[in-house]
């Protein structure tokens, strides 16, 4: 048997949950998870809290997919949840994310397809670009701590036996940058 279960949300506690609570109710939904939280939040407690209480064969229901997810890639992630634990969702403002229906499961799948194919052209996007960079020169992490005069400064005072500590001192840098600094002569 199929039990309904419904999740409101507004976004702030001015904002008010009754015309989505008077929808789930008239959907026949017998509880409603109901939270007055931003979705840009992760930890939403009655989200949690709807989707620890999963059995097999309900099914959950929303008044809109915003009110449920964040994004595309959270949606399918919740989506997947459920699949997994034999649940169903349902929203009542976009008909077709039904996966109670073979029609809905389809076209999550494909959401589910672009997500990953979105998510392949911005890797190769970033990775070609930083390889572009590093072409022109441009250096990425932080910022050296020492310049090449300074650091042919340190050999020197290395070199003349001054003590890792006190060229460290001079310099305001950590021993292990004097340690490295002294290191790089070597390769």
């Not at 007055?36 to 989707?51: F, H, N, Q, T, V």
């Not at 649940?87 to 494909?110: H, K, Q």
């Not at 070199?159 to 292990?176: C, M, W, Y």
Request: glycine share 6%; charged share 25%.
């Amino acid at each position: 048997m199929n039990h309904l279960i419904g999740y409101a949300r507004v976004s702030t506690q001015c904002q008010n949950l009754e015309q989505q609570r008077s929808q789930l109710i008239d959907q026949g939904c017998a509880r409603i998870f109901e939270e007055k939280l931003s979705g840009a939040k992760r930890d939403r407690p009655e989200l949690i809290r709807m989707l620890d209480h999963l059995r097999s064969d309900d099914i959950r229901v929303v008044t809109r997919l915003d009110r449920l997810a964040r994004s595309t890639s959270d949606l399918l992630q919740i989506a997947e949840l459920l699949r997994v634990r034999g649940a169903g969702l349902r929203s009542l403002a976009e008909p077709w994310a039904d996966t109670t229906s073979p029609a809905g499961r389809m076209i999550l799948t494909v959401f589910a397809g672009i997500a990953d194919f979105e998510r392949s052209l911005i890797s190769e996007r970033t990775t070609a670009g930083r390889l572009a960079a590093k072409a022109r020169g441009v250096r990425f992490g932080p910022k050296p701590s020492m310049s090449a005069s300074q650091i042919a400064h340190v050999r020197e005072l290395n070199n003349a036996g001054r003590p890792i500590s006190e060229i460290s001192k001079l310099f305001d840098v950590h021993r292990s940058t004097i340690y490295r600094a002294i290191s790089e002569t070597a390769r």
